[in-house]
């Protein structure tokens, strides 16, 4: 039997606010169009907070769109009826923050589509037909696939596959398995670790390679020139919007670089429409006009980026012990427990006219190639720029569709009318030719000093603040297995084999994000978990992963339980203390992981209590001493991040070597390695068409429009899918298309149509508009299958990815739209 609902069917926004009493918080969520702190004091206003039988107690936002807002909530006989923001302390007032997303939280508990309860697939995989069973015969199954698994196959037969659903210390996952539930599970069985493919090309290159860090967005009200890059704060981040509305108050200039009139782009001064995907190409050309007009900052480029080091034939940099000078002993690297090695990266000195060891030159080299010793070295600056110089404005114009005036104008204002502080998003991210612009903007900011100054920034950072110190071993019960990005999937079930590895996945357990709905290549992604012999998914809600599973474990909403999310966009980590009980028979990650383990012999890995655990993540001595213990944190009072200080809210750029702005990746590493051969281009600020969507593709005869997604104010990827007043404000799934475009289809507002190509298709009704470019189509990010006419955003899309990043391109398909 079914006993799980449509999406589309149950829970009705009036049979919400009938049976919560929740007529406040829908009034918030529906008046969400008003200023941050107006929303949070109109939600205070709506309930008397003396109300006989009310408590409050706090949470988080527990979605990952960066924010992580905390949140008082307020409970009425059982249940959580409103939401307000916290109220920070001090000169961290400003940082007050909600959004529709958070306001509608109180009706996300009580989905339609909630989990009740364990449930088997009794028809077709996909096909719906579920029937109740008990949580110990579920575990059962579950524990007897394993146990046979093991024994035939060994560890890597499983697979523990996520994304960025929900972190946390005790459930949920970071990087895939960093949590008490799945990292103690993953590492005693030695189970292969899935993580996403979403946001990986920032991720790699700009945070790991270049270990580049963005300025605080508050920030941001110290730039003369905003620009919008890859996203649209005013809808999609608009904690990071209200300080760019004091840096317009203050006369800062607005410019919004987006295929997509956005919010954010009708209140810019400079709205510049252009190709999706041929950002990086822009960039090239912005930086050969700054050149070639003299204007870069060279003092800056000597003092706080790598542009002087020098550099050998193989790529790498000329170190002293290329002259035969040992490297020193330096100081042991907390990570390791080893001492570092120091070996100076070698310059050309001006002053002296000789080779130096960057420490002791006086006056170092930006450009030019030196003959030392017989042989002659190009400065870092003086190798890029030979490798970008065909970047014209007239190249770069023809591949993007922006005026060249356009990009020479852009390019005289960032080097001109700092500082700049690019505020990037992840619409940068996903084609996949995306982790070079990451590379190519940070050569930009190299050239005229726009990083690490106030206001000067290379990208915005949610969390300038890093996590609050933690001990990984309390996730450990053993060594981690192979961690592969999940996108990979179809390729390892149909060779068994990954690299060096041997992979025989007979059992997949899918948690902590909905992969078969957020990740490009839907259609083949599906295909390999069809043949993979059994697969759980553990979640909040029915939702486009659980529908492929076996048995589907119903996991609580994260007012339901306690946990600590180290990760924090303020000073202060999130906590989540438990404020109602689980509805239904829900439990926790950690709670089914215990269950389980006891019936697979291996109850020693889960053998004390989910508060003793979070005492051996966060009690260390230095935590203790600095307040952030886990019994600080259950007081409930905010805690702050020791390693918050002023000084992190814009990094430091310069001048000993490891501190100085990277735009050269001296030693490229791919983020999966398996024997892949890595081009010489990835060191170096660098463009490549995309995969699919570029002009010049062939298969534009056939498919000629080029399509791309949004992250909108009314998604937190899937999670808000069916939230009822979410749904109210935004109805269904509609398809951007530009006027002119569905004029030739004979396509009017409101239409049915269907978006297609050779991967999948999706029928939707048209938003027909002159909101976005003329050959450009865009579906927004987050629906579910049952919400589409037929079809999915991400059928249009395919697996293939950058195999330097492994980056999911959700992005980069092209498609023709025609009226059904």
Known sequence: MSETKSPHSGLTRRSFLKTTGAAAAATVVVGSGAALTGLAETGEALADEAAQGETTFRSQCRGNCGSRCPLKVTVREGRAVKVTAMEYPGEDAHRRRLCVKGFSQPQRVYDADRLKYPLKRVGERGAGEWERIEWDEALEIIADKMKTALAEHGGTSLGFWSSYGSYGSLNGAMGGFMSVAYGRFCTATGAVIFGAGADTAQQHVQSTLLGNKGNDFADAVNAKTIITWGGNPAEAYVHAWQYVCQAREKGAKLITIDPQFTASAAHSDTYVPITPGTDGAMMLAMANYIIENNLIDVAYMKSSTVSPYLVKEDGTYLRLSDFGVAPMEGPVNPQTGQPTKIDPVMVWDEATGDKAPLPK?????????????????????????????????????????VPESTIEELARIYATEGPVYVMTFQGLGHHANSHHNYKNLAF??????????????????PAPFSMVPYNTKAFMAGKPGPRICGMYLPEIVANKKFGQDDIDLQVLWIHNGNVLSCESGRQELIEAVKKIDFVVCADVNMNDSAQWADIVLPVPHAFEMEDIDPVGSTPFPAYYEKGLEPLYECKTDVEIMRLLSQKMGMEKIY???????????????????????????????????PMTKPENLVPTYGPAEGTRLKYYIEKPTPRNSFGQEIADYEKLPYYEHANEAYLDNPLREKYPLLGCSEHNKYHVHSQLAVTPVIRELEPEPMIKINAADAAARGIKQGDLVRAYNDHGYAVVKALVTEGIMPGVVS??????????????????????????????AFYDFLCEVEKC
């Open 779 to 808: 579906i927004p990010h987050g629906f579910q299958a049952t919400q589409y006419v037929e079809g999915h955003t991400q059928d249009l899309t395919n697996v293939f990815m950058n195999d330097f990043c492994s980056n999911s």
């Open 361 to 401: 030159a006086a006056d170092p080299a930006v450009e030019g190639s030196f003959e030392i010793e017989g042989v002659t070295y190009k400065t870092v600056f003086q190798t890029v720029k030979d490798s970008i110089k065909d970047y014209s404005l007239a190249k770069a114009s023809g591949i993007c569709g």
């Open 607 to 641: 053998a004390k209590s989910d508060q003793d655990f979070l005492r051996d993540v966060y009690n260390t001595d230095t935590n203790k001493k600095a307040g952030v213990s886990y019994d600080d944190f259950a007081t409930g009072e905010f805690v702050r991040n």
């Open 444 to 461: 930009l900011a190299a050239l005229t000093g726009n990083a690490g100054k106030s206001g000067a920034a290379i990208c915005g950072n």
